[in-house]
């Protein structure tokens, strides 16, 4: 789910389609629904041109949305391209490859390198926007951790504990407050929203809510991201 500063619209994407919502108005933006990427899966916005990317998994590729709704294609040749961020000075493009078991950064220009291994399925990915930091999440199996990638791209656990399947992530811009999600091994279908400290590394399961809203029921199987 990402949110065009300034207005209320926000996005989301879902199987073969991307999604344009106004809230409180709820009002399909139809320029963002002609559905072509094939298992758009991760999603993130450029703040300083108001362009979208968006990673594909099952045809390996990053398209690009234009405020206007045009749709190409921005890179190519990825290996299960999963969860996706945009440095909005640089305009570079950062996005996990869960098959290929790293994370690439792809110019605007194209150029693409790869910036961080040593991270198993990562899937999840945020960036800290006043210290180029990464914090991404491993899609294991009762073994995934979230990792710390610094801007001389060393990479490290941020955590000692292992979760289940951790997958979309954020952070809280100029905090140290990283929330992430992880399925519960004790409830089939069920999930955990976590709360990291950055700096620390502490975890805590957040179990207690404040007022909840339904702003639109999305289509079946949505893969939202904040």
């Known amino acids: 789910l990402e949110s065009t500063d300034g207005t209320s619209d926000e996005h989301y994407v879902d199987q073969g389609y991307l999604y344009g919502y106004n ?8 320029s963002f629904t002609s559905g072509t990427a094939s298992f758009p899966v991760g999603l993130a916005r450029d703040d300083s041109s108001g362009n979208l990317f968006v990673s ?3 045809d390996n590729k990053v398209y690009k949305v234009t405020p206007s709704g045009i749709q190409t294609e921005f890179y190519t040749g ?5 969860g996706i961020d945009v440095d909005s000075v640089s305009g570079d493009v950062y996005v996990c490859e ?6 690439r950064r792809i110019s605007q220009s194209g150029s693409a390198v790869v910036y961080a291994t040593g991270i198993s399925s990562p899937a999840g990915l945020t960036r800290d926007t006043s ?4 914090y991404v999440t491993e899609h294991i199996a009762e073994g995934g951790k979230v990792k710390k990638v610094f801007p001389n791209r060393t990479v490290v ?4 504990q292992t979760f ?12 140290s407050d990283l ?8 409830t089939a279908g069920s999930s955990i929203v976590h709360h990291l400290d950055a700096n620390t590394g502490a975890v805590t399961n957040i179990t207690s809510f404040g007022t909840l809203y339904d702003i639109h029921a999305p289509p079946s199987e949505s893969y939202i991201f904040v």
């Open 164 to 175: 289940n399947r951790p997958r979309g992530i954020t952070l809280r811009q100029g905090t």
């Open 179 to 186: 929330y992430f999600i992880s399925g519960d091994t004790g």
């Open 23 to 30: 809230d409180p108005q709820i009002t399909v933006d139809d």
């Open 98 to 103: 869960v098959n290929g078991q790293q994370v």
């Open 56 to 58: 594909s998994l099952t």
């Open 157 to 160: 656990s941020l955590t000692t």
């Open 78 to 82: 990825l290996s299960g391209p999963f």
């Open 131 to 134: 210290t180029g930091v990464l």
